[in-house]
């Protein structure tokens, strides 16, 4: 039976259970791999919800170590297997897709996958409308250092949309 806790816990993962999935979807390029990444945060959001102390948001907590989990899985996986590669992204199956909407995200989706950890941690945050302050305090760097971050991985991130003609 679940004690109180494991209870609580649950009932916060199901609330936020979005930002697992955008976390994941931004770090790995197939499913498997992003249902993996996604067991791989619950578990160390499972393994340091003692530290939780409620001072912020439950999701701005969250948010630190599945992107923290993130980096660290990443770096990991790339190590171990290999197979994850900067050159040229997977294709997405367009034919899984009916709007247009959908079409631009997983175009979106494909150019992000190319950025840098830290890149995609910024552009993550941006899109969750964090302001710099947030972003910088969020991955433990200065307000200013997140802003050059932001604009650098936006313009890089631009780049390759353009590069790769996707139409966004």
């Known amino acids: 039976m679940a004690t109180d806790i494991e209870n609580e816990f649950l009932n916060l993962i199901k609330k936020h259970k979005g930002l697992l999935v955008k976390v994941a979807r931004m ?3 197939n499913s498997q ?3 993996d990444l996604q067991q791989e945060i619950i578990i160390q959001l499972w393994k340091s919800f003692n530290t ?3 001072t912020s948001e439950f999701s701005t907590w969250m948010y630190r170590v599945a992107i923290n989990t993130a980096i660290s ?3 990991k996986e790339k190590k171990q297997a290999n197979t994850f590669s900067h050159q040229e992204p997977p294709d997405l199956p367009l034919s899984e897709y009916d709007t247009s909407a959908d ?3 997983a175009f979106f ?3 992000v996958h190319q950025l840098k950890p830290v890149e995609k941690a910024v552009i993550f945050y941006m899109l969750e409308g964090l ?3 947030e972003i910088g305090r969020n991955l433990g ?3 200013g250092n997140a802003r050059v971050k932001l604009n650098r991985a936006k313009e890089k991130l631009q780049n390759i949309l353009k590069d790769k003609a996707y139409e966004i």
Do not use: C, L, P, V
């Open 27 to 29: 770090y790995m390029d």
């Open 33 to 35: 791999d992003q249902q």
């Open 52 to 54: 939780f102390k409620g």
């Open 73 to 75: 899985y990443f770096k």
């Open 103 to 105: 079409r631009r995200m």
């Open 109 to 111: 989706y494909q150019a």
């Open 131 to 133: 302001a710099h302050k």
């Open 141 to 143: 760097i200065s307000e």
